[in-house]
């Protein structure tokens, strides 16, 4: 009897401890995959509204960009589903610690996501030049920033500096926004674009320490 009761127990610890060793525990190779999707989604959010951008108003200005519109509405598309996903990720990332702001970002980021729809689809119906599109999109682009680097200073995933890079940066993009809807500054042309500097090296900074250094938190698993 004590015997096989012996047996079992040496059975039974045997194979959790092989359980143990199989189980796959959180490392930071998990992390490093979303910190690096995340890097990706800000960059590609970065760049296909700048060309976007660029091409959407080439072709109001140059009579022969005739192609210009679709392509620029086309990276307008892109960038609305990078900034959405980049909201999903984010939102499973930052739950634990902010679980409203990880919310917020994310319907913030979806609404984004539908403000560059919208503007794409008046741009194509329309053939109809509205520059100051650019500020709905930063508007809500801003907020969603603003949001972004208060969770991530809570949360401390990634380093304080760099999350204070944003509180200080996204407020002075809003009120440059707000301010260029009054007509008192242009934030695409001149001295009144240096509101666009500090947010826009938070966004710049924050994936090159996603792709280096990836999140600090070991708990986050792909």
Same mark, same amino acid.
């Given at each position: 009897?004590?015997?096989?009761?012996?047996?079992?127990?040496?059975?039974?610890?045997?194979? %959790? =401890?092989? !359980?143990?060793?199989? #189980?796959?525990?959180?490392?930071?190779?998990? @992390? *490093?995959k979303t910190a690096v999707l995340v890097g990706l989604l800000f960059l590609t959010a970065t760049f296909t509204f700048a060309i976007g951008n660029v091409l959407i108003r080439s072709y109001f200005s140059n009579a022969t960009a005739h192609n210009g519109l679709i392509a620029g509405v086309f990276l307008l598309g892109c960038c609305g589903l990078a900034v959405a996903a980049n909201g999903v990720a984010m939102r499973r990332i930052l739950m634990a610690d902010t679980p409203i702001r990880s919310r917020a970002y994310f319907v913030l980021r979806v609404t984004e996501c539908l403000t560059l729809v919208a503007v794409g689809v008046y741009?194509? %119906? =329309?053939? !109809?030049?509205?520059? #100051?599109?650019?500020?709905?999109?930063?508007? @809500? *682009?801003?907020?969603?920033?603003?949001?972004?680097?208060?969770?991530?200073?809570?949360?401390?995933?990634?380093?304080?500096?760099?999350?204070?890079?944003?509180?200080?940066g996204y407020p002075v993009f809003l009120v440059g926004t707000i301010l260029a809807m009054f007509n008192l500054i242009d934030v695409t042309h001149g001295a009144g674009m240096l509101a666009l500097v500090p947010g826009g090296l938070f966004e710049l900074i924050l994936p090159i320490w996603l792709f280096t250094k990836g999140f600090t938190s070991h708990q986050i698993e792909d």
């Open positions: 009897m004590k015997t096989s009761m012996l047996d079992r127990s040496i059975e039974h610890t045997t194979a %959790t =401890s092989v !359980a143990v060793v199989a #189980a796959p525990a959180p490392t930071t190779t998990s @992390v *490093s741009f194509l %119906t =329309s053939h !109809a030049q509205w520059n #100051a599109y650019v500020l709905a999109v930063y508007a @809500v *682009s801003g907020t969603a920033g603003l949001v972004l680097s208060s969770a991530l200073l809570t949360s401390r995933i990634v380093p304080r500096n760099l999350s204070m890079l944003g509180l200080i």
